[in-house]
């Protein structure tokens, strides 16, 4: 699932060009039609030749709503850059290239629009002339251009075309078993309730799945999930999505909130941020100076402690500990916009290098400097941990190796990150032990849990599922499952019976009627223990669910495909044969018929149980203890 958003001067024709691509008019306010400018987001979804539908958001171009602007176009994997042809290069292009390159959305297309009012071939030579100088250097530098026209079609295959090539060279968003949804819409709709809608990173999310909204920490259920406009049962990385939430209110929720899976993000109000401030920026950026921090789709406001001297001058890079007035969720590696708030002017941008600081920094330590050098350039354990995400439980050999580091640095991070619990190792030594980062851990082990309670639920008389039931349920190779499943069972978590795994508080309990049944049965066994009803016979009263329920909790003990006998009469049986073979030597089947007045066939049927069991041996028609 692919996201793509639109960039671009305010009347350049971006929502206009969106319709012509999708049919869809992505301006969904009255005010935006009255005013044919759109205001806040707009959402349309587009179909590609190979038949991948992508998403759509369109952001307002006008200079005031630059702000609305920021809170669709950090999600996206791709840009549709828009310069009217008309027009050419205007400022609020330049503002729109800027952010695009301090987020470093490095994929997109130039569409030069409004192709029809055009005649003149030079000026079109010199328009994008004057694109080109102005992409110099950005992340765009080396886009496609199209020249369109949304009135007369022109251009518009190419364009899509020019697309599908941008998005097809982006690597697909990696799952990291860590779901987290930005809110760029709260809205309610009748009979449904609350619906929320994003970009969704890093995860999935699962109808009926328990969710929490941060950084408020209210918790609610997933209802329902839309992507593209249509139903779906699981929502996965990279897809424009809409979730419909159950116990939550819409008032509850905000722009800029998060929808995460509980327990997995901690919200923050402190940042070390590596940052630049543009060139274009007028005056300096000052310490203690008070900022509007865009982060996903957040809006805070925060103060910027300069690290390692007194400011920054336009063009400089460096860093900053951002103190916020309201808690976000932010992950290493995360990028964000820093804006003036009044008068509104974009500063600059840059990454999250620790989105967890803890403590104020002391400005000028030379420590806190090289501890922010090596977040950025990635300290060996950092590396390690972040491949363990992507790779899942896998040997550590394999993990090193996508994470290109040396031997000797990769044993001691892995070691740093085993002690510190960051990692888990399962099974194996040196380059083939089993690990799996924490997160991705308590994703596997919350999958297992809810797997094992679903087939408790669908088959409540069974004991557990079968190993193999739950292997090929969770797609995972022999190895990396029983290692799985050998960690849950010695947590507790998982109780074996033989090849069974069921939860550790699971217990087989009959219903009334059950219970009821199952008596009326009882006393027929009790009438005639040694000649009790047959297996075929019992199934047929009991039904085979429950009769497997007996059998498996010991209740009935099978010793034929046709005979079985009530546990208490069992035991029986066995002391009293071997109490009379101790006393006669052998027995014979006449024998055993005769001494407990029942038919050849239970006698035979139980002697040969014995035999195959190792109470006896069969020596010519006799029985001896063996």
């Known amino acids: 699932m692919r996201v793509i958003g639109t960039a671009g001067h305010v009347d350049h024709g971006k929502s206009t060009l969106i ?12 005010e935006e039609r009255d005013r044919e400018m759109t205001i806040d987001l707009g959402f349309a979804w587009l179909e590609l030749a190979n038949g991948e539908t992508i998403g759509i958001v369109d952001v307002p171009g006008h200079r005031d709503f630059i702000e609305n602007m920021l809170a669709g176009v950090g999600g996206i994997d791709a840009a549709l850059f828009v310069v009217a042809a008309d027009e050419g290069v205007m400022p609020q292009t330049r503002e729109h290239l800027a952010i695009l390159d301090l987020l470093q959305i490095s994929n997109g297309v130039i569409a030069l629009t409004k192709a029809d ?3 003149d071939p030079e000026w079109f030579d010199l328009v994008e002339a004057e694109v080109r100088q102005a992409i110099q250097g950005t992340v765009l530098e080396n886009a496609p251009l199209v020249r369109v026209s949304a009135k007369t079609r022109m251009g518009l295959p190419a364009l899509v075309e020019a697309l ?3 998005l097809e060279a982006q690597p697909a968003r990696p799952d990291l078993g860590r779901p987290r949804l930005p809110i760029d819409r709260v809205f309610t709709m009748s009979g449904f309730g609350t619906v929320v809608t994003g970009t969704l990173t890093d995860g999935q999310f699962y109808l ?9 920490g209210l918790h609610g259920r997933v209802r329902g999930l839309q992507i593209h406009n249509r139903m779906v049962k699981v929502a996965v990385p990279g897809s424009r999505t809409a979730i419909n939430i159950a116990g939550l209110n819409v008032d509850q929720i905000h722009r800029g909130d998060v929808v995460a899976s509980p327990e997995k993000y901690l919200p923050t109000r402190r940042l070390d941020v590596d940052f630049r401030l543009l060139s274009s920026v007028e005056t300096s950026l000052k310490h203690n100076a008070e900022v509007k921090l865009f982060l996903g789709t957040a809006e805070v406001i925060a103060r910027t402690r300069v690290l390692g001297g007194e400011e920054l001058l336009p063009g400089q890079s460096g860093w900053l500990q951002l103190e916020l007035r309201d808690p976000v969720v932010a992950l290493r590696g995360d990028r964000f916009i820093l804006r003036r708030p009044s008068p509104g002017e974009t500063l600059g941008g840059g990454e999250v290098v620790d989105p967890q600081p803890g403590e104020r920094h002391k400005r000028f330590s030379e420590e806190v400097l090289a501890r922010l050098q090596d977040l950025r350039g990635g300290s060996p354990a950092e590396v390690l941990f972040q491949a363990s995400l992507v790779s899942g439980l896998a040997p550590l050999g394999e993990v090193v190796q996508k994470a290109r580091l040396e031997t000797a640095q990769a044993e001691s991070a892995a070691e740093e990150l085993i002690s510190k619990g960051d990692l888990l190792a399962l099974d194996g030594e040196g380059k083939d032990l089993l690990v799996i980062a924490l997160p991705q851990w308590n994703a596997l082990r919350g999958q297992v849990l809810e797997v094992v309670k679903a087939y408790h639920q669908s088959y409540p ?15 995972m190779q022999n190895r990396p499952f029983l290692a799985a499943m050998h960690r849950l069972i010695a947590r507790g978590d998982l109780m074996e019976k033989g090849a069974l795994l069921s939860l550790a508080d699971h217990q087989v309990v009959f219903n009334p009627q059950q ?21 075929k016979e019992v199934q047929a009263e009991l039904g085979e669910e429950l009769v497997n329920a007996l059998l498996a909790r010991g209740d009935l003990i099978q010793v034929s495909p046709e005979v079985v006998f009530f546990n208490r009469d069992y035991a029986a049986l066995v ?6 073979l101790q006393d006669h030597l052998t027995l014979t089947v006449a024998e055993f018929r005769d001494r407990y007045q029942t038919s050849r066939k239970y006698a035979l049927a139980f002697l040969e149980h014995l035999d195959s069991i190792g109470v006896t041996v069969r020596v010519g028609d006799d029985r001896r203890l063996k």
Not at 19 to 30: F, Q
Not at 575 to 580: I, L, P, R
């Open 117 to 119: 009012l055009i005649d």
């Open 575 to 580: 002391e009293g044969v071997k109490g009379y």
């Open 164 to 166: 599908a090539r941008q």
């Open 208 to 216: 009926g799945d328990e969710v929490e909204v941060l950084p408020s």
């Open 19 to 30: 319709a012509a691509l999708t049919g869809s008019h992505p301006d969904r306010l009255k």
């Open 515 to 535: 219970e009821q049944v199952y008596r009326a049965v009882l006393a027929r066994f009790t009438q005639a223990p040694y000649s009790p009803p047959s297996l």
């Open 461 to 475: 008389l069974r004991q557990g599922i079968p190993r193999e039931e739950l292997k090929s349920r969770l797609k």
